[in-house]
């Protein structure tokens, strides 16, 4: 099994520590990725009841069903809220998962008018994969966007080692008539149904995954991961808090085709009672490999 990771942006000692533990957690990772077989569903799975089997296509599924994005989830005790758009259906679909896939509520949505996933500026496609919510607009006067617009981690950088570019990735509303597949690549909704979506969702921390079709069966993944804990929550961390104690307020591994994000809102115990939200970005080119690309970190 090959493994590669790159640097992360730290002192070149803490980025030499990092990759080594790295190293570990993909393996793992790689190791525990690896479904076969499907089995009965007995959880919400509305998205995929609409597309059987047969119809889709190699490309969209990678190497096989996921059991769901959710590869682990610790959250004591409150759950993790996930937007999926499947532009086959126009739908955009509002879940909770709590160690079980509840589906909230499903809208009408638009995506671009062009089919496949986005390329280059001015395609007329919507990109797909796994982004997050970076820039929030709520003001009456952002007519073009209704009164809220939402913006996209578009390119992140599973799109950048893809070679995808452009930017103004958008979920927004529109007081027209929503028609099918008639935008420039933003997601859009009735501006009423998106007040309704913002809601019922904190979409600040809500993980949005776009997908053709979304291949999953819904079901909790049937490996919990919890050996992958220790070394992935000290990846998360910037080399000046691995010392102090902290608190993991909660942790999330989540999965899309070759994509995989694990995010973490972690309490550091310092003279600030900082805040901290870490994403690590781990790519699957293949069953047996995993690539550590990128950590992200902000503080509140």
Known sequence: MQ??????KDTQKAADFIFMKAALLVVVVALTLCYDGLKNNSYSKEPFQNIPIGDTVQGDVDDGLWDGPILFYKGN?????????????????LYCYDGRYQLIKSYDCS????????????????????????????????????????????PDIFDSLEGNCGNGIFIHGSNQTIKPFSTNGCVVLNTRDLADLDRRAPL?????????????????AKKQLSELMLLLKQAMLPENYRSLNREFRHIAIIGFKKRVVAVGEIRIKDSK???????????????DLMVLLKREWSEE
């Open 77 to 93: 005790g409150k759950p993790i809220h996930l937007i999926l758009v499947e532009k086959a259906l126009q739908k955009l679909h």
């Open 111 to 154: 995506t671009g008018e062009q089919p496949g996933k986005k390329q280059k500026e001015n395609d007329q496609k919507t990109p797909e994969g796994i982004y997050f919510n970076v820039t929030s607009y709520r003001d009456s006067k952002v007519t073009l966007f209704g009164d809220r617009a939402f913006g996209l981690s578009y």
């Open 204 to 220: 600040k921390k809500t993980p949005v995954i776009i997908a053709n079709h979304l291949s999953y069966r819904f079901e909790p």
């Open 273 to 287: 009672n900082t805040l901290g939200f870490s994403r690590l970005y781990l790519y699957r080119p293949g069953k």
């Open 3 to 8: 493994i590669i990771a790159d640097d992360i």
